[in-house]
């Protein structure tokens, strides 16, 4: 059973361009978050997905990012004309599901995707 | 905000010695969890703790809970050079969809 494969693990993007960010949850997972790292800092909350559906995107900024978790396939974090200020690491992490839906809080996370944008 | 806020920021130890880190919440919590993060690495899973456990071992990891503090320590023993990361504690609310928050982590460094 592979883990939480993220890629790519390094992305760079120009400026203005859009990065693509993956996440395959681990097998038989149905809940998925995405966190940002900036070095020397702590993990920040951005989505919280179950399959097609998005939980709480609280921590996503409005414009220029969007997540989904379709029912067939990975987990795909966009940013759409990145910044400077996008370059990160990019945490995925995937937990299981328990009774009456809720999840399993014990989070299994990915290598992370570095951005940078130049 | 339910976020964890971990403390010291920072902590330099010899190896050898005993390494302890806490973590402070604000509102009631589901289970707290503690995971390492390498430089450049992604977060590995140490331990869970739930809000009705006082205390978990595993191996040379122990974790206490005190919800009536809303605070958890993590005490690393017989610390060894290959301890040396970052610490995070992790909350889980009490609500179906609460998300899992993060704090921002105690930097651990062991002297050899």
């Known amino acids: 059973n592979a883990g939480v494969m993220q890629n790519p693990r390094h992305l760079v993007r120009r400026r203005g361009q859009e990065a693509r960010l993956r996440c395959s949850p681990m097998?038989?997972?149905?809940?998925v978050y995405w966190y940002r790292q900036l070095p020397e800092e702590g993990l920040k909350f951005m989505v919280y997905l179950q399959k097609e559906n998005i939980i709480d995107e609280s921590g996503m900024p409005k414009e220029r990012f969007s997540a989904e978790f379709p029912k067939e396939g990975p987990s795909i974090l966009r940013i759409q004309q990145v910044v400077r200020g996008d370059s990160a690491a990019y945490f995925c992490?995937?937990?299981?599901?328990?009774?009456?839906?809720?999840?399993?809080?014990?989070?299994?996370f990915g290598q992370g995707t570095r951005l940078t944008v130049v | 905000s339910q976020q964890g806020e971990e403390d010291p920021q920072a902590l330099s130890i010899q190896e050898g010695e005993n390494a302890t880190m806490n973590c402070s919440y604000k509102?009631?919590?589901?289970?707290l969890q503690w995971y390492r993060q390498n430089s450049g690495r992604g977060l590995v899973h140490l331990i869970l703790i739930r809000s009705n456990e006082r205390e978990k071992h595993s191996g040379r990891l122990r974790v206490t809970l005190d919800t009536s503090k809303k605070s958890s320590s993590l005490l690393i023993t017989a610390s060894r050079a290959a301890d040396t990361a970052s610490y995070f504690c992790?909350?889980?609310?009490?609500?179906?969809?609460?998300?899992?928050?993060f704090g921002k982590g105690t930097r651990l460094h062991i002297l050899p």
């Open positions: 992490a995937s937990s299981a599901t328990r009774d009456r839906g809720r999840r399993n809080t014990e989070a299994f």
């Open positions: 097998k038989g997972h149905s809940h």
């Open positions: 992790a909350t889980d609310g009490v609500n179906r969809d609460d998300k899992i928050i």
């Open positions: 509102t009631s919590i589901n289970n």
